[in-house]
């Protein structure tokens, strides 16, 4: 194991995340608010803990697919751990574990929260809060693979573990390229939504916000009540936009490259829009009689569809209320969550795909045994190690998933709150239903249970593997 | 620049590793997966699964933006029916690795017809470089520069030489005659040397000289320099082949041994003026009968790695003669330096360096300078020459005056078809043909060697 490397990058990261902090300081400084001062000594310490770390750069700088895993999910804790920080010194949150609860699960763009009132805090750390998400969203390593030279070939490794989706690849041959036409793409997304928000009349302040959380998925609002209380013209705004960051962002690489026709026979593009487009019409259906006016229900149930499957967690409304059917449908979109390559959560249209189509392919070769078969996905053969990685992939989702909700029924609240917790964790998508619906948070619950969403939160954003391998001891072993 | 490698066979690797560390931007297209997801695993290179010949992937790999396509695929057809495609789907330089020797006589007509920038053959590649050897039998490796007027020779000093304890400065005033030792290397350590630097025997040493100064120099350390008399041959492949038909134009006698009969009687069609012998090359009684211990140079050519250094250990044993080992496929650098196995040659890095001169000769006409790129020793030292075209801050200025940086050395001047082995006061003018030698790689331009 390469330790002197992953301390180096673990070093810049801590670097980059206390030059991160700048922005909300800046902020703090502008408004004349108190945690300025709280902001500039966690920018002290990071500067200085980074600083000492990459001063001295490691003469081997080979990585491995070991180091890479461990790298990222040390660096996702460290990143957490270090953010959690300001959340502390502004006295905004009190608690240690609350501290990185509401950290972790803003790098994991979760957006579940703690808080039961977030319009008391000081701006700047709304901002820091929101900022969290933007950075998480893309991934912290790739922002740091586009601005400093990492060694040569074997940061794929780091990408890899860091991105979501199973078969990571890059756009264009040079890594740091790749990083940098990936921030180009999702900070020109981001800035397109600021202004749009801005044009619609929602207070500066508040678009930068919520483009941040929406262009993470996150979902942290600056709002108790999240969006509802904005014009149904922004929330259309919010609802475009959480689709779009829930695609493939290698469908924008092709749109910039003019390659049309690839977008069009995208099967994972065309199943993503596809699911939602089924989810939304079904719930509006369903909740016609709620809202009475059609078009009001449309516009509820496609921000929420749309919101869910992102893994963004915004609500503009309250869906704990609607009818069962509605409730199932959102939380089955909930897993399916958005695309790989995208900024958002779950398991991925990616991999149900592949995974519907391994199981029609063991269906009909049960029946038709001398039968030869091959799963292909946009009109080429998927290689076996992916889809032996997708299988491992969801029997490690669902041991994860039924541990953890073991461990969280401890403390008792109904089937619902401890199911739809835990898959709110593992997908990233922030408020579940009932105990931890929309309206509710998770500042309720105690310290084991926080602790079990904080590990499933970063084990979901790192899809699970990364996370997972740090416990195994083979890991460990020189 | 954007380049493209078809086939990740040993070249295709050795290629796409050191171009990326040149900072090109390559894409590999191979059809075997696995290689390919190894290759992205520890080059920064993109990694295509596919027919090299399909146009979707050709297009899937971005064709239409690459600067030059490089098929070296195991197959001279599929080489040449990709580089065709390449050229008409984008707008490329193509090189394409043909090895079959029926048609090495017509590679002029199909690299022209075709279009091709470049054909190499890696076997008769390989070849050249060891009949080049055989003729300076005391060097490891010969390398010649601003088109053979430059020689730069690698050797080893041999125990007991007048060499041993020397400092370089010392070299000109007692053996009066003008070389540059350019680059020492002893056990895994590379120096680019300064005057007072301390030759030691065993070393081996890299020298840049005129053909007549070099001759001259190995006269006065008791060095032959007369080209071998004769060859033996061991293993009856195409490099085989095409080396005995060199040395045979060169007049040395040629003796070659393979163990299939076939075989034999091919080489003995091909080759008539050449001894053929057909017979287990691991048999030790065989080898003694054939007159191992005659032959002034032997050379180890079969299939096998392992057989070969066995060979070669074996020829090496006792007597003085010169012993050349190919080495096709293991790596094991630094244990294989250790055997003392005189020189080795690598087929692979060969064709590989081939075409990496041609790639900076490309980047000459798109920014950088680099005429011609030698490597000294793999991957640690080598020389480039450079042309001065235009002013630069390096021209008019004395070298001692220049702020160069630490591991470059100027090595050489050549103006107006005359050499100049630079000292201090000597400086860099416009139209000169400038060496440089160096432990670093990636200088593209004169200007690079001095501290900004």
């Avoid at chain 1, 310490?45 to 070991?66: E, I, N």
């Avoid at chain 1, 475009?240 to 469908?251: A, D, E, H, R, T």
């Avoid at chain 1, 990233?428 to 499933?456: H, M, R, S, W």
Wanted: charged residues 20%; aromatic residues 8%.
């Amino acid at each position: 194991m390469n330790y002197k490397m992953i301390r180096y990058i673990i070093g810049w990261l801590i670097v980059f995340e206390s030059v991160f902090m700048l922005f909300p300081a800046l902020v703090a400084l502008v408004c004349g608010e108190n945690s300025f001062f709280s902001f500039l000594i966690s920018i002290g310490l990071g500067l200085l803990g980074g600083g000492l770390l990459v001063v001295k750069k490691p003469k081997r700088t080979t990585m491995y697919a070991r180091e890479g895993f461990v790298t990222v999910s040390v660096s996702w804790l460290v990143l957490s751990v270090f953010g959690a920080i300001p959340f502390l010194l502004t006295g905004s949150i009190p608690s240690v574990i609350d501290a990185l609860f509401e950290s972790v699960s803003g790098f994991t763009t979760t957006g579940a929260t703690i808080l039961s009132d977030v319009e008391c805090l000081e701006k700047s750390v709304l901002l820091w809060r929101s900022f969290t998400h933007w950075i998480g969203g893309m991934g912290v390593l790739v922002f740091i693979m586009a601005v400093i030279p990492l060694s040569g070939g074997s940061n794929i490794h780091l990408m890899r573990a860091e991105s979501t989706g199973p078969s990571v690849s890059k756009l264009v041959p040079k890594m740091k390229q790749t990083a940098l036409l990936l921030y180009g793409m999702y900070i020109t997304l981001t800035v397109i939504e600021m202004v749009l928000l801005i044009l619609w009349k929602m207070p500066v302040f508040d678009a930068v916000n919520t483009a941040f959380s929406t262009a993470g998925t996150g979902g942290f609002g600056i709002k108790n009540d999240s969006i509802t209380s904005y014009s149904p013209g922004i929330q259309n705004i919010v609802t475009i936009f959480m689709i779009l960051f829930g695609v493939n962002f290698s469908v924008y690489y092709m749109i910039i490259c003019k390659k049309f026709w690839d977008v069009f026979k995208s099967t994972e593009l065309k199943a993503y829009l596809g699911i939602l487009f089924a989810a939304i019409l079904a719930i509006t259906f369903n909740i016609k009689d709620m809202y009475g006016e059609f078009f009001v229900a449309l516009r509820h149930a496609a921000f929420q569809v749309a919101s869910i499957m992102s893994s963004t967690g915004f609500s503009t409304a309250d869906y704990n209320v609607w009818h069962g059917f509605s409730k199932t449908v959102l939380v089955t979109v909930m897993m399916i969550g958005a695309c790989a390559g995208s900024t958002g959560g779950g398991i991925k249209v990616f991999r149900i795909t592949v995974l519907l189509k391994t199981l029609k392919k063991e269906l009909e070769t049960s029946v038709h045994s001398r039968s030869v078969k091959k799963i292909k996905i946009d009109g080429r053969i998927l290689n076996h190690e992916v889809v032996r990685a997708v299988n491992v992939f969801m029997v490690a989702y669902i041991v994860l998933f039924f541990c953890s909700m073991l461990i969280i029924s401890m403390e008792n609240y109904d089937f619902t709150t401890n199911f739809t917790a835990i898959a709110a964790m593992i997908n990233n998508t922030g408020p579940g239903l009932e105990a931890v619906g929309p309206t509710q948070n998770f500042g309720k619950f105690n310290i084991l249970t926080k602790c079990v969403c904080i590990l499933d939160m970063l084990a979901g954003r790192l899809e699970l593997f990364p996370v997972l391998i740090l416990f195994t001891p083979s890991t460990w072993k020189k | 620049m954007e380049i493209m490698i078809a086939g990740l066979g040993k070249v295709g690797q050795a290629l796409t590793e050191q171009l990326t560390k040149e900072g090109n931007d390559i894409t590999v297209v191979d059809l075997r997966g696995k290689i390919v997801d190894e290759m992205v695993g520890t080059n920064d290179v993109m990694g295509i699964v596919g027919n090299c010949a399909s146009m979707a992937t050709l297009k899937e790999a971005g064709i239409e933006a690459a600067d030059l396509f490089i098929a070296v695929t195991g197959s001279d057809e599929l080489n040449l029916l990709c580089c065709l495609l390449a050229k008409k789907a984008g707008n490329c330089q193509t090189i394409a690795r043909v090895r079959n020797p029926e048609y090495s006589d017509e590679i002029r007509y199909i690299k022209e017809e075709l279009g091709l920038a470049m054909v190499i053959n890696p076997e008769r590649t390989a070849a050249r470089e060891i009949a080049r050897i055989l003729s300076f039998p005391s060097a490891i490796k010969v390398d010649r520069f601003a088109k053979g007027r430059i020689e730069l020779l690698k050797f080893k000093i041999p125990v007991g030489s007048d060499l041993d304890e020397m400092r370089i400065m010392e070299i000109s005033q007692r053996l009066h005659c003008d070389v540059l030792i350019c680059a020492v290397e002893r056990g895994d350590e590379v120096f680019i040397p300064r005057g007072d630097f301390i030759l030691k025997e065993k070393d081996v040493v890299s020298i840049i000289a005129e053909p007549v100064n070099a001759s001259i120099f190995f006269k006065k350390i008791n060095v032959v320099t007369n080209q071998v008399k004769d060859t033996m041959i061991v293993g009856g492949g195409s490099i085989a082949y095409y080396l005995a038909k060199e040395l045979i134009k060169m007049g040395i006698k040629v003796k070659l041994i393979d163990r299939n009969m076939e075989r034999c009687e091919t080489l003995c069609t091909e080759l008539p003026k050449a001894e053929v012998v057909c017979g287990d090359a691991s048999d030790e009684g065989m080898l003694m009968e054939e007159g191992i211990h005659r032959a002034s140079s032997f050379v180890a050519l079969t299939n096998l790695d392992e057989e070969n250094i066995l060979l070669s250990m074996m020829a090496r044993k006792g007597k003085n003669a010169k012993v050349i080992t190919k080495i096709n496929r293991i790596g094991f650098h630094d244990v294989i330096n250790e055997l003392d196995l005189d020189t080795i040659i690598y087929p692979k890095n060969i064709t590989a360096e081939y075409i990496i001169r041609f790639v900076r000769g490309m980047k000459n006409s798109m920014g950088s300078n680099v005429e011609t790129l030698y490597r000294i020793i793999e991957n640690k030292a080598e020389a480039l020459e450079f042309i001065i075209r235009k002013h630069s801050e390096v021209v008019g200025v004395s070298l001692e005056k220049l702020k160069i940086k630490e591991n470059i050395q100027v090595a050489c001047i050549y103006r107006n078809g005359k050499v100049i082995i630079p000292r201090g006061s000597d400086e860099i003018k416009l139209g000169d043909s400038v060496i440089i030698v160096t432990t670093r790689t990636g200088l593209n331009s004169i200007d690079d060697i001095v501290r900004k």
